[in-house]
């Protein structure tokens, strides 16, 4: 018989290439992550890996049998989902992944709303970047999360994971304003009239610096990917991941950003431009396969619905 945690470990391998990278994601040393495949192939009866110098590929059978392994977790997902629903009371840990826009403008009042109903949960929220969300689910690190994806940087389907659609986002071009250009508004209506030519918008500040998130996040791919859409690669002078620290660099005259809505909702300072862009972030609620129905889920799922803004475009709605 199959173990089902060396098959969760040839599930890993698979996605993250080295047996180095599978220990530090679940906390193994090498050597033991090595030692459990080796089982698994005798457990197998055939080679499911080919070393080919520091990592390691999957022969045929080692595909094969990932492609199995995906099915039992999720079975085993919604298996644990069923023996939640049949106890009574939800009640032990929710670990939460949240990035900073939504983990301070939706996921309080959501905290609010799930201690109410159900009391005896626990939820423990961590900052988490939604280009990390997939392995910390599959990891077991989390439990659901939030993720966004943009025009620009399509999410490509994970395995092992599902979503559910939350909210959308206007798109934003934060400027250092002018006396003749608008400044901020607190509201940031998604029922503004976008800028007919994204293109334009952005090669008009293609000679000024440009402030980005950190390098490896969608925003930092989403920020350089709209500009060489646009004909141009951005000078990048500041790496910020905080919105309210982006505008306030703008505020000062360091440079020009693409924001999206939640980054700006609340801000008025003259000193700062927005120029709505036709263009969106989408965000998700993503949680492991199976796990859909886990009342804990889909408890907390129900709760960032309620709380979304109200000035925030629904899933399907125009923008």
Known sequence: MLDVRRLRLLRELARRGTIAAVAEALAFSPSAVSQQLAVLEREAGLPLLERTGRRVRLTPAGQNLVWHAEAVLERLEQADADLAEARSGLAGALRIGAFPTAGRAIVPAALIALARRHPGLEPMV?????????????????????????????????????????????????????????????????????????????????????????????????????????????????????????????????????????????TADPAVSLTRLPMERRTKVAFRSGAAAHPAVAAFGAALRAAVPPELATPGSAA
Do not use: K
Not at 144 to 166: R, S
Not at 227 to 232: I, K, L, P, S, V
């Open 126 to 266: 961590s900052d988490t970047d939604p280009a990390a969300v997939a392995h910390a689910l599959r990891a077991g690190d989390l439990d659901v999360a939030l993720v966004h994806e943009y025009d620009f940087v399509p999410a490509p389907p994970e395995p092992g994971l599902a979503t559910q659609p939350l909210y959308r986002e206007a798109m934003y071009l934060a400027a250092p304003a002018t006396p003749a250009a608008a400044p901020a508004t607190p509201t940031a209506s998604p029922a503004a009239v976008p800028s007919p030519d994204q293109g334009a918008v952005l090669r008009a500040h293609a000679d000024a610096p440009w402030i980005t998130s950190t390098p490896g996040t969608l925003c930092h791919t989403m920020a350089l990917r709209a500009c060489q859409a646009a004909g141009f690669t951005p000078r990048i002078r500041h790496r910020v991941d905080e919105f309210p620290t982006v505008l306030a660099l703008v505020a000062a005259g360091q440079g020009v950003a693409v924001v999206p809505q939640l980054g700006v909702v609340g």
